[in-house]
DNA sequence: CAGCCCCGTGTTAGCGGTAACTTAGACTGA
DNA sequence: TCAGTCTAAGTTACCGCTAACACGGGGCTG
């Protein structure tokens, strides 16, 4: 150990090829050990192992990739990392990527920038991943990844429509997304059924997919039930849209009595306001939100919300990745949402 | 393109070669372009250039590997990343990565599992990362990744005492962090300008490092300010843990004017727990928090908290790492954190 | 104008694996 | 007993790229 610091050059790690002398094999003989070839005898096999523990040898990624033209190593190029959605999407993949023997590298950028995105992918592409999850909820950015997916097997984890164009059907290109539709449905019957007549709608920034996505979903769900759609408003999904969003609410004329919010964050500030201009929730006003983010059960009051499963729909990206790699056709995949009431939802008060 | 498909056997990608029979050159020229070396003449370097984007030619990641040993890749260990804390950190790292030309390989592993970590870094070393950071905070990781410190430079994103081992001292193994004493002592004199006398603190879960430090320099800073330590309560970071220790803490005998809570997170859950009681923070009561994690800027009241700069966290990560790829060793980092004052702290109640 | 250096380019030899084929010996069955 | 298998190993030929060296020709020096 101490001759390998003092020797003049760095001695570079064992190679299989060393690892073969000294067990006096052929280095084919020590592959065949290290992958689990059940064809060879016991007693080899015990000297190799042995080798290669005295000699501390790790077989090369690259030479591997190189030779098998496989990675295992699945690239995932995440926008806006900084909110709880995106940021739990990648947890969830990373967890199953690894689970199923896959490793993941990644890629933040930031949202709209179709170039990074580009840039990102093709990195990815050059690093020869063998799957690509795309997790993004604006147009450039999916159709950056849409041409990519012509080289490799991809899985965009994205709502709203993606129009299956010749690309997206020649090529491995899945959309997987929890649905959000039905989170709304979730959440407006909901509403509804508490008696509730006229739904607010604080809704995310424009050209965010999953903002679109809740927004429509809104106005249909709440046209359909045969409801009242309130007024709309828009923010950026931080808290302090929600809370100047909620001032706003609060002194409108004449304001509905449930507002349901995009995200948890903004729901977050619109509680705020509105404890502020001294509504009380969910007496005179019922508040939901969306993602069940970290915090939102201890809200003043614990927000009613939808919960997204992460982690589930890591898994099903990694099914649908592996599916395609091996050569299946996949379907598009959408999970269900869950609902979870708490306290900030209760009936309107008594009408007029 | 059409021909592409039809072929019978699928035809694998340009390389290096094709490029050079398609602009009537030697591969090794091919190369010298693709790598900017500027003995090139232009003429050729056009034609070459012509030839690539006609070809679509990538350059194949796993033979430039092979073929150089480094990969400009970095791996990084995460422990626990649904916390604000490691997420955070991780997204630093991404981008300082590749805005130094890096690509970073990711792996979450569970709170403590020192086998997952081990795994972890040992697929790291296979997979050739140039660098490795560890954002960890417990004491099986760290001396999963100490050990890895031979093998390639590691940068540890940790607090407290990482005591230099031999190992520590041969290898390229450097610590950074946020400095959490400082972020303690902002708090500890913000509150005692106000004129509090005595302060509590809600820690973190035993066996986390950022926890034990804040813990730690809780007492230290509120000793040597001549304050009375108030009683401390342990919860787990979760907002459902502070909730709980706050109906503790607010029908203790006598409560202290002022709660330290070792993450915002916690803070909230006690913001609830207050306000449940009857007590008004801040007229009763002042409550700091640590991270400014997003939504702490809007919870009811906004909350004082410690910011961390996490982008300049991970900025420092990559420096460090490069530095310790080209030979330098590296000195230990610690960042300066900031108080961030709200509306959750205020003046204590005038001492009868 | 010989000698030198430098420039643009080509040639060769790996990097560390895997796949596919080959070989030597043991075992089988007619 | 001998062809026919089967088994456990060895041999060889790449994978796609880069590093190091080789080489011819033009410009410079003395």
Redesign the interface.
């Known amino acids: 150990m101490a001759a390998d610091?003092a020797n003049s050059r760095p001695t570079?790690p064992p190679a299989l090829r060393d690892v073969a002398v000294a067990a006096g094999v052929s280095h084919q003989t020590v592959s065949r050990v290290v992958n689990g070839n059940p064809r060879v005898l016991p007693a080899t096999r015990e000297r190799v192992l042995q080798a290669i523990e005295e000699l501390g040898y790790?077989?090369?990624?690259?030479?591997r990739?190189?030779a098998t033209?496989r990675?295992r190593?699945l690239g995932v190029v995440v926008v806006n990392?900084?909110l709880?959605g995106p940021?739990g999407t990648l947890?969830g993949i990373?967890?199953a990527a690894?689970q199923a023997g896959y490793?993941?590298?990644?890629?933040?950028v930031p949202e709209g920038d179709a170039t990074a995105a580009r840039d990102a992918i093709?990195?990815f592409?050059?690093?020869?991943v063998d799957g690509l999850a795309v997790v993004a909820q604006t147009e450039p950015v999916l159709r950056a990844a849409q041409q990519a997916a012509g080289a490799c097997p991809t899985v965009l984890v994205t709502s709203g429509p993606v129009e299956p164009t010749d690309a997206t059907t020649?090529a491995g290109l899945v959309r997987i997304d929890i649905d959000q539709a039905m989170g709304v449905g979730l959440v407006v019957s909901h509403l509804a059924q508490l008696g509730h007549r006229q739904i607010a709608h604080l809704a995310g920034p424009t050209g965010n997919l999953h903002a679109q996505a809740r927004l429509e979903a809104w106005r249909r769900h709440v046209s359909t039930a045969g409801l009242t759609l309130g007024p709309l408003l828009q923010g950026d999904w931080?808290?302090?849209s929600?809370?100047a969003l909620g001032l706003t609410w609060a002194n409108a004329a004449q304001p509905p009595t449930a507002v349901f919010a995009a995200n948890d964050?903004m729901a977050?500030?619109l509680?705020?306001a509105l404890?502020e201009e001294g509504w009380e929730v969910p007496r005179d006003v019922s508040v939901v939100g969306f993602d069940d983010s970290?915090?939102t059960?201890?809200?003043?009051p614990?927000l009613t919300t939808v919960r997204q499963d992460l982690e589930a729909l890591g898994k099903a990206c990694v099914e649908a990745l592996v599916g395609l790699m091996e050569g299946f056709p996949q379907a598009g995949v959408l999970l269900p949402p869950g609902l979870v009431v708490r306290d900030s939802t209760a009936r309107p008060p008594a009408a007029h």
Chains 1, 2 share one sequence.
């Not at 790790?58 to 030479?63: G, I, M």
């Open positions: 610091q570079r790790r077989r090369n990624h690259a030479a990739a190189l033209s990675t190593v990392t900084r709880y940021s947890l990373e967890q690894r490793w993941v590298s990644v890629a933040s093709g990195h592409l050059d690093q020869g020649r931080s808290a302090a929600g809370y964050t977050q500030g509680l705020r404890h970290p915090g059960d201890q809200t003043i614990p």
